[in-house]
Nanobody
Framework: QVQLVESGGGLVQPGGSLRLSCAASGSIFSTYVMNWYRQVAGKQRELVATLPPSGAPNYADSVKGRFAVSRDKAKNTVYLQMNSLKPEDTAVYYC????????????WGQGTQVTVSP
């Protein structure tokens, strides 16, 4: 069982920055793809960023050039640095871990609210 705990959400003005953190309960980065999703009430959850165990991260077109995902293996933590935030980035952001070989092994954090507003 993998536990994920997000933090770092909050209220920020347009153009501002936030950094979200996702702390995992163990050393999972070599066997799990780490993803950040976001969801607006009444809409489908949207994949924002993907960080594979090796190779380059991938981003949704809507955040490319503004968001950056990274990890600190020593801290078992994944980060989502969000810059140049827009009101349309307002959502609940979720961290997800999906096993590279067994897709059924997928875990979610509890979510953290990000609100971009003047």
């Amino acid at each position: 069982q993998v536990q994920l705990v997000e933090s770092g959400g909050g209220l920020v003005q347009p153009g501002g920055s936030l950094r979200l953190s996702c702390a995992a309960s163990g050393s999972i980065f070599s066997t799990y793809v780490m993803n950040w999703y976001r969801q607006v009430a009444g809409k489908q959850r949207e994949l924002v960023a993907t960080l594979p165990p090796s190779g380059a991260p991938n981003y949704a077109d809507s955040v490319k050039g503004r968001f950056a995902v990274s990890r600190d293996k020593a801290k078992n933590t994944v980060y989502l640095q969000m810059n140049s935030l827009k009101p349309e980035d307002t959502a609940v952001y979720y961290c997800n871990a999906r096993h590279t070989s067994f897709a059924i092994l997928a875990y979610w954090g509890q979510g953290t609210q990000v609100t971009v507003s003047p």
